[in-house]
């Protein structure tokens, strides 16, 4: 049992005894190691818990200060890893904030390296789920920055697919001025902050995105550029130099990189995709984000008709399609019953901490790790 904290429907926190069975570990960024497992209290389910160790940005923060506690409290979404409760506790004098979320088996950058390719069906689908959780991110103004593979977990047998890895995203109204132009891992960064741009809108994750689903058609990687200046080249030689309008638009110096004509994205593309995709992309990849189709109206095109049809298709491994329909409703209800709350006392996240360190078994590998 270890003291921690759950989520009401509108966002505040209340305190909770958590009770978990096995875990093992399942993945590993720069700062945290996720491990999944069975919870067995308050609810019953297999979970991810996220065990991030604090940078010196977040060092004295709580756990219910946390920024990726703070952005994931805000949201709540089929499509997304949502975060069910935290708790934390300390390590080596570290506080160690530990993230309980949503699970799911695979992630796509893992199965793309073990060469799984995805036919046009199940393309569509996770296409269309990847799009609603955008759509649901935009509707609270949060911005994710850092969609790519890596952060996009999936249920292969299901049909279903979450948004991971909230540790980069931003409020709109607190993005301004932040140095954008190494935010969003290279390959899937967006033509305004390879430019220079330090302004964050939702058009950011409309990119990176469109670049996934591309991954998701074509399975190989849409822009591989080998530096900035590389990708830049590979974008303009897809969609041309930017125009002045482009550039105003986007608030950036002219780039000093070769003036290049569009080349168009059929021609660049090896392999010939479902002509509705090229619809897709061509009003997702533009240059202006202004000009970017939002995720909203990304859903509502005819790229995804195959997916609403009614009686709901078969997918290739014989199960009917998810019925996702419904999640291009942005307003779900938090699952996460309030249930009683802990044995009296958890006023702060320090009480949490030292009661989890001497009941926690969770590994430290990530205090050797670092
Ligand atoms: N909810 C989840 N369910 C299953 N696996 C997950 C989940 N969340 C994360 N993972 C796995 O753990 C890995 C690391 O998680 P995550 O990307 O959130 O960590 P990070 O430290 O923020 O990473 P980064 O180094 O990119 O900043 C993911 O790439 C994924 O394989």
């Not at 060469?115 to 911005?143: E, M």
């Not at 491994?317 to 958890?346: D, F, Q, S």
């Amino acid at each position: 049992m270890m003291n921690g904290y759950g989520i009401k429907d509108g966002g505040e926190f209340f305190p909770v005894s958590l009770q978990f069975g096995g875990h093992k570990l399942c993945g590993s960024g720069r700062f945290s190691n996720v491990y999944c497992g069975q919870m067995i209290g308050p609810i019953q389910k297999e979970v991810a818990v996220k065990n991030v160790w604090s940078d010196t940005e977040t060092r004295h923060l709580p756990t219910t200060q946390y920024p990726e506690v703070q952005i994931l409290s805000k949201v709540f979404h089929p499509s997304i890893s949502n975060l069910l409760y935290f708790y934390s506790r300390n390590a080596n004098n570290k506080t160690i904030h530990c993230l309980v979320l949503d699970y799911l088996p695979s992630e796509m950058a893992k199965l793309r390296d073990q060469g799984v390719k995805f036919d046009v069906l199940d393309a569509k689908l996770y296409t269309f789920q990847l799009f609603c959780a955008i759509s649901h991110l935009a509707s609270k103004n949060i911005v994710h920055m850092d969609i790519k593979p890596q952060n996009v977990i999936m249920d292969r047998m299901k049909g279903l697919l979450k948004l991971a890895d909230f540790g980069n995203a931003r409020r709109l109204e607190t993005s301004e001025k932040t140095g954008g132009a190494y935010q969003v891992t290279r390959f899937y960064r967006p033509p305004e902050l390879l430019f220079g741009c330090e302004k964050f809108t939702s058009a950011i994750d409309i990119w990176s995105a469109t670049c996934v689903a591309f991954e998701l058609f074509a399975n190989r990687v849409l822009f591989r550029g080998k530096d900035t200046k590389d990708q830049i080249m590979l974008i303009t030689g897809v969609l041309g130099y930017p125009t002045d309008e482009d550039i105003k638009s986007m608030g950036v110096k002219r780039p000093r990189v070769a003036r290049k004509e569009a080349r168009g994205i059929e021609t660049f593309t090896s392999k010939m995709l479902d002509p509705d995709m090229y619809e897709f992309m061509k009003s997702t990849l533009k240059i202006d984000p202004k000009k970017r189709k939002t995720a909203i109206d990304v859903l509502k095109m005819s790229v995804f008709d195959v997916i609403k049809v009614v009686p709901r298709k078969k997918r290739s491994n014989g199960a009917e399609l998810p019925n996702v329909i419904g999640y291009t409703e942005m307003n779900h209800k938090r699952e996460c019953v309030e249930v009683e709350p802990a044995p009296a006392g958890i006023e702060t996240t320090e009480k949490a901490e030292k009661e989890s360190k001497s009941s926690s078994s969770h590994s430290t590998e990530e205090e050797t790790r670092k």
